[in-house]
Structure formats: C-alpha cells, structure tokens
C-alpha cells in the first residue's frame, strides 16, 4: 500500500476539524495537521538541517526569503514549517536549539493559529473542567470549582430586638392619646392596627402615646369611644348608670363651674381694688402664719432655757449640782462615781416648755483627765418619757438632739456610764444648756 492510500485511510477515518476564521490583517492562519502535532521530540529535525532544495523552490513562488530556514517534519505530509526571519544585520542566524527531555509532553504550537492563543494559557497547562459544568473559553476550574461549593450551615438565630427610631420623620397626622408610634418612621397609627400606615412596619413593639399629667386634670372633650360588644352602664364599658353614673356627672359639672368662678374672681381682683384689698386683709395672716412655720423648718432659731430650781444628791464640798447650770466652764459639778448609784441632778422650769437640744461641756477645765468624764446619761422628763444620749470624750461642748421632751415641766439627769480616769474617783460635769425652738 502507498503512502497516497495510507493517506486516504487516515483522512477517511477522521474527519479534517474545520478552524474559526482568521483574525483580521493575518491571512492563511492554520492549525499545524495532527501528524506534526504528535511527532515526539527526538523525530524533529534541527531548524539549522533547512532543505536547501525546498528553499530554492519556494523562493521564486513568494516562499521564505533566502537565508530563512525551514524546517519539514520527517513522515508528515504537508508543507514545511517556516522559521521568523533573522533579525538585522544578521546573515545565516539560526536559532538555538534546547536539549528536550523525551519523557516530556509536547508543547502546543500556536504561531500558525494566533487567533487561538487566547485559548491556551500562558504557563501551558490546561485548567481540568469539572464533570456536568458548561464549557466555556479561557480558565474555568476555578469558577466551576467555586460554583459548585456550599455554603456552610447556620444554626438559627435569635431574633434581635429592634431599635426604636422614634421621631425620624415627622408624621402625617397629629399623634393623639392611645396611637402606636412606629418605630421605623415615627408615624402615629390608630390603636386597631398591626402595620404602620407609612412603612408597613410591625406595630408589635411600637409604643403607645398617653396623655401629659395636665391632660389627665381636665375632663375628657369630644365623644367618648366604647369598645365593641360594650354598653354604657354594664360592666368594663361606656359611662357608668345609677347613682355612679349622677355622681361622675356631677363631678365633671361641678369642676367646670369651679374653673368659671375662679376665673371671674381674677378679673375682678385685678380691675376692682376694693375687692383686692379685702381679699389681701383676709388672707394676709394666714399666708404670714404659713410663711413663718415654713421659714421655722426651714432655718430653724433656738433659745436658751433656764431652769428655776437645781437638786441633786450628796456631790463634793463647793461643786454642788447647781454649778452645772451657771454658764461658767470654771466652774463644775462633782460627786463620787458609783455604778450602782448614778449620779442624779433635777432641773424644774417655770412653765412647760418643748426642748429641742441639750450642750454639754463634760470633766473640768483646770484638768479634764483627772476625773472621771459622763459617757452615757440617761434623760428622765416630766411626762414620763426619756431619752438616751452618748458623750463623746472631749472637753469641748457637744451639742446632742432631744426626741421625747416635748411639753415637760422637768427633767432629770442621769450619769449611767462614764469615761474612766487614771487614778481619779470622781465624775465631774461643766456645764448643762438646754435649748428650745422659738
């Protein structure tokens, strides 16, 4: 068998692929033939082996100019692959040749089809299609890759309350007592609905408009609304009847008369003189009394209680009981110390009087740590009550509040506990003021 009828076989078998057109400006672009394509290495001749013979023919019919080598693959039918010209200046370049590695794959020529180089990439390799992606031009593992990943799954979360905005745009109508707030837009929606009118936002969450404090003074104007399936008089609905339904009337009548008498006194407070001097003389001393309880409270002013008889038990030769209220600080009351026996003095007032404060100037001013100093005293009054009060130990006075002395005639006074000297056996006290508020 010839070549020319193995020829025919191999095209019979397999069809010639049809190539797109050129691009513009490269005239006869092709695919090099399948044979060149598959011609291992180290069957290619060396691109300096150019037929001479080939060059001669091809030159005077437009072929390579001379000096271009060609080269012709061994056993592939065709015409021979033609080399780049040789650059300036340069007679007989020849390009270099590379040692191939025999186990390698062959390169993919693109210099007879230039349009199709978009097709290959750069580096030589071929991105692998996934199997059922559609194929298209250029690198597509990636993108089929990435196309074809789920997502990772989320549990389901809470469901995050959401921030009121309230007051972001002004609303459309005027908010009345009981509309529903839109939180989205700030729309003030009847109490009935479940969707802003503005946003269609959820009302679920919205807040409720109420009445300012001096709204709910006033009585109610405009027609009352009842709920559905309500009456007035039955239970949880309308205007209460009866003797309810009269009273609350009578409270409403009567406070809007009120408003209209107090309004007519004002006027003719204010243009008529004679009735506004009447009206200052009347209410002059109780607003005075008012003012001065008030300034009392406030700014409190105490004055010094003296009384007119001093008793007391056995004390020391010349520091008798009376010495505690003489307003001398030299000057002091002393009698001997015993637990079982507290110390006692009684003081009587003229009249009976509402004491407020105690001073007390303990131990003596010649020397305070000679003697033994009060540390509790113990306050009997006339009307059965008393009190109890802790003294700090200082020589300076102490200024101590009386809770149940008021409206006493007298008082006694009592040493129950005392701040210990070194080697005295004596209590000694200055001095005794007892105030009352004026």
């Known amino acids: 068998m010839t070549a020319a009828s193995e020829g025919g076989a191999a095209s019979g078998s397999t069809p010639p692929r049809r190539l797109p057109p050129p691009p513009p400006g490269v005239p006869a672009a092709r695919l090099p033939d399948r044979a060149a394509r598959t011609v291992p290495p180290a069957a290619r001749p060396d691109p300096s082996e150019a037929d001479p013979a080939g060059a001669a023919a091809s030159s005077p019919t437009g072929g390579p ?214 009206i200052n003389g009347a209410v002059s001393g109780p607003v005075t009394g008012a003012r001065d309880w008030a300034d009392r409270k406030i700014n409190p002013r105490f004055v010094a209680v003296r009384p007119v008889e001093v008793t007391g038990g056995a004390s020391v030769r010349d520091h008798g009981p009376e010495l505690s209220v003489d307003q001398y600080r030299n000057t002091h009351w002393q009698v001997r110390w015993d637990k079982e026996k507290p110390p006692t003095v009684t003081l009587r007032f003229a009249a009976k009087v509402d004491l407020e404060r105690l001073i007390v100037t303990a131990g003596t001013a010649e020397d305070y740590t000679a003697t033994h100093r009060p540390m509790t005293l113990h306050l009997v009054y006339s009307t059965n009550r008393s009190d109890t009060l802790t003294v700090e130990d200082t020589g300076e006075p102490q200024t101590l509040s009386l809770d149940e002395a008021d409206g006493v005639t007298s008082v006694q006074i009592q040493v129950t506990d005392v701040h210990r000297a070194e080697k005295g056996t004596d209590v000694t006290v200055s001095e005794f003021e007892f105030f009352a508020r004026e």
């Not at 269609?200 to 709920?227: I, K, Y």
Request: aromatic share 4%; glycine share 14%.
């Open 65 to 278: 100019p001379a000096g271009v080598p060609v080269i012709a693959p061994t056993g592939v039918a065709g015409s021979p692959r033609r080399l780049p010209p040789p650059p300036p200046g340069v007679a007989g370049a020849k390009l270099p040749t590379a040692p191939r590695n025999p186990a390698s794959p062959p390169r993919r020529d693109t210099r007879a089809a230039p349009h199709t180089s978009a097709l290959v990439a750069a580096d030589g390799s071929v991105d692998s299609v996934l199997p059922g992606a559609p194929a298209t031009g250029g690198r597509v593992g990636s993108r089929a890759t990435a196309a074809t990943v789920e997502p990772e799954e989320v549990s389901p979360q809470a469901v995050r309350p959401r921030v009121a905005t309230v007051g972001a745009k002004a609303p459309t109508r005027r908010r009345q007592p009981g509309d529903l707030i839109c939180g989205g837009c700030g729309e003030g929606n009847a109490p009935t609905r479940r969707f802003c009118s503005r946003c269609g936002d959820s009302l679920r969450t919205a807040e409720v408009v109420r009445r300012r404090w001096w709204q709910r003074l006033l009585p109610r104007r405009g027609p009352r609304v009842t709920a559905a399936g309500t009456r007035p008089g039955a239970p949880g609905g309308g205007r209460p009847g009866g003797v309810g339904g009269v009273l609350h009337t009578i409270y409403q009548r009567s406070n809007a008369v009120a408003a209209v008498l107090l309004f007519a006194i004002g006027v003719a407070y204010l243009v008529y003189p004679p009735l506004r001097e009447r």
